[in-house]
């Protein structure tokens, strides 16, 4: 089993910026990729942005140039940092972490941008 520590949420104005950590402990295998997802109130959860082991990273077209994901591998720990952020990045963001075969979810970091 594999746990999942999450921090860095809270409340920004717009235009601020916040950074998210989440670092994974346990029985940990070999993780192949790391990653963050978003669920507002109301809405669906979807990817923010992911990491690979290859270092290849992927994000959603609403946070391309504001968002940067990172990982240490050493410390088997994914940071998301958030800058210029709007209103519409608030939401429950939760770390998602693929150790092959299986996957695993974190209890999820409140990120609150008021206008």
């Known amino acids: 089993q594999v746990q999942l520590v999450e921090s860095g949420g809270g409340l920004v104005q717009a235009g601020g910026s916040l950074r998210l950590s989440c670092t994974a402990s346990?029985?940990?295998?070999?993780?192949?990729?790391m990653g963050w997802y978003r669920q507002a109130p109301g809405e669906q959860r979807e990817l923010v942005a992911r990491?690979?082991?290859?270092?290849?990273?992927i994000y959603a077209d609403s946070v391309k140039g504001r968002f940067t994901i990172s990982r240490d591998n050493a410390k088997n720990t994914v940071y998301l940092q958030m800058n210029s952020l709007k209103p519409e990045d608030t939401g429950n963001y939760f770390c998602h972490v693929v150790d092959s075969p299986d996957n695993y979810w974190g209890q999820g970091t409140q990120v609150t941008v008021s206008s």
């Open positions: 990491i690979f082991n290859s270092g290849r990273t």
């Open positions: 346990g029985s940990i295998f070999s993780i192949n990729s």
